[in-house]
């Protein structure tokens, strides 16, 4: 992800699985983006410091995952190297 997509829907629709890099070292307080699984392939979101409201990955560590096809989440940084993760995710 780049600054340039906030406020974006970042719609992932690729023929393997994708990875989306959330950025450390950046003061991107106030970026939201949200973003869909539009295929069937993978999701994950990276790194795995994030705080995500989900009690799934509260009890968990490891990469998250958007759960299935067509699901969408939201992701709004909080802090520098803080993120909020909200909507269906999974553990990988």
Same mark, same amino acid.
């Given at each position: 992800?780049?600054?340039? *997509?906030?406020?974006?829907? &970042?719609?992932? !629709?690729?023929?393997? *699985?994708?990875?989306?890099? &959330?950025?450390? !070292?950046?003061?991107?307080?106030?970026f939201e983006v949200e973003i869909v699984r539009w295929g069937n392939k993978e999701v994950t979101v990276s790194p795995s410091n994030i705080i995500c409201n989900t009690e799934l990955a509260k009890k968990s560590s490891g990469t998250l995952q958007i759960k299935n096809q067509y699901d969408t989440i939201a992701i709004k940084c909080i802090a520098e190297d803080k993120w909020l993760i909200n909507g269906p995710v999974k553990i990988s």
């Open positions: 992800m780049e600054i340039q *997509d906030n406020g974006r829907l &970042l719609k992932c !629709n690729n023929d393997s *699985d994708i990875t989306i890099t &959330l950025p450390r !070292n950046m003061n991107f307080v106030g």
